[in-house]
């Protein structure tokens, strides 16, 4: 399966000036795709008897032990809150601290290709929170989910994002405490577009279940290991 087009955080979009194109072309394409796609063939209505299990059922999970309780309710409240001292981001994502699906598709390098991409992986939705740290350290944090009834969509997803970060030269990374494959990177140069500032990005990527998690850091300065880490640790202890 090729791998989804690198998506990137909307704050390097924006101090970079790199443009953001193909919104409309990919919702078009993205409806065409589903309206050529053949219709799915549905089950059988006649199933095979399943025999009865004796004895007491077990006990149903509570709400701290169920996970979809979680991921099935509001997704904003999983999110990190911004910390005590920080700032409006001054730049709009999402509304109301959900990003559809074109807007999502805006963060990837080819939205055109990320958005037929995501309709076809059954994108359900994706909520978001950013803020200012500081005059030039900015924080954005995504969690999306995807409906997976075909396949486990999170975890290629993230390897994808994995392979894109460790692509790039003068990148260090470390694993997340407690998510299996989970990553954080920093990337030690700058992004450069001529005529505007340098910008120094880290990044992190985990998931969980149905739920996948993205966070980037953009700064005017080198962003410490420490702060992608701590970042990254907290919300996924959220989840």
Known sequence: MPRRPRRRGRTTLLIAAAAVLGVVAGT??????????????????????LTQAKGPAPEPLSAAEDYRVKTDGDLRKLLLKRPSGAW?????????????????????????????????????????????EGSSLFVEVRLVQFRQEDELVTAS????????????????????????????????????????????????????GDVEMDIWVSSAKPVPKKKIMDLAERQMERL
């Open 157 to 208: 997803d993230s390897e994808d994002a994995y392979s894109w970060a460790e692509e790039k030269s003068d990148t260090d990374s470390w694993p997340i405490a407690g998510t299996g494959d989970g990553m954080a990177y920093v990337h030690n140069s700058p992004d450069r577009e001529a005529g505007y500032t340098d910008v120094y990005n880290a990044e992190a990527h985990a998931w969980r």
């Open 28 to 49: 078009c394409t993205g409806f065409v795709v589903q309206a050529n796609r053949a219709p799915d063939k549905l089950p059988s209505l006649s199933q095979a008897t």
């Open 88 to 132: 409006d981001a001054g730049y709009g994502v999402g509304v109301d601290g959900w990003m559809d699906l074109a807007e999502y598709a805006e963060t990837f390098e080819r939205p055109a290709d990320a958005f037929s991409d995501l309709v076809a992986s059954e994108f359900r939705r994706a909520a978001v929170a950013n803020w200012r």
